[in-house]
């Protein structure tokens, strides 16, 4: 792509699994070229090395992006090293809410291992990437549809460390999963 539009950008991010109509095929690529004739674009990146610091460049990156007609926001953040709460919570520390963002953290299949993000050659882990659209000739919508179904009885974090779930209601997390998915807990961490 960059050999034969060499003035583009391409944003790259790792995935599991790509969707196209209706069709969801792994190992596979996915793309789209955008190109606006009366909206304004800019691109930005952050890296991180420590999970902890995923407030901080979400309100770098917002700093950087913020303007006074800034619409939307599509992010494409590494999914392994950054935390998506805390990178949003501190985008919106910056931005109003008004502005939509859309997009979401890179995977690497079924690994549980790195995911990567770039732009252009600058392809790694711990990238996170914006794209912000300006002006008012965009209009954007969205809808969204998501939530979880309910599979046993409630239960109480009782131990746990940041994303990572110990305990709970005082008994140890994989072993309650274990007796809930039954025989699907053989493919642990990936079962469905």
Not at 53 to 75: I, M, Q
Not at 95 to 105: D, H, Q, R, T, Y
Not at 158 to 183: C, M, N, S, W
């Amino acid at each position: 792509i960059s050999a034969e539009y060499p003035d583009v950008k391409v944003i790259s991010c790792s995935t599991s699994g790509e969707i196209y109509d209706q069709e969801i095929t792994d190992d596979s690529i996915s793309g789209i070229a955008v190109r606006m004739e009366h909206t304004p674009v800019a691109i930005r990146n952050v890296k991180i090395n420590d999970r902890g610091n995923s407030w901080e460049a979400g309100r770098t990156l917002a700093s950087e992006l913020s303007k006074e007609d800034l619409k939307y926001v599509f992010l494409a953040s590494d999914g392994w090293e950054v935390n998506g709460t805390e990178l949003i919570n501190g985008i919106y520390h910056v931005l109003s809410k008004e502005v939509a963002i859309s997009g979401g953290l890179a995977a690497d299949g079924v690994n549980f291992a790195k995911t990567m993000v770039g732009i252009n050659d600058d392809i790694s882990s711990g990238n996170i990437v914006a794209i912000a659209f300006y002006g008012n000739n965009l209009k954007v919508g969205f809808g969204t549809h998501g939530g979880w179904d309910e599979h046993g009885e409630t239960m109480t974090l009782t131990r746990g460390d940041g994303r990572i779930v110990h305990e709970l209601d005082g008994k140890p997390a994989l072993e309650l999963y274990k007796q809930f998915l039954g025989e699907d807990a053989d493919g642990l961490p990936v079962t469905s």
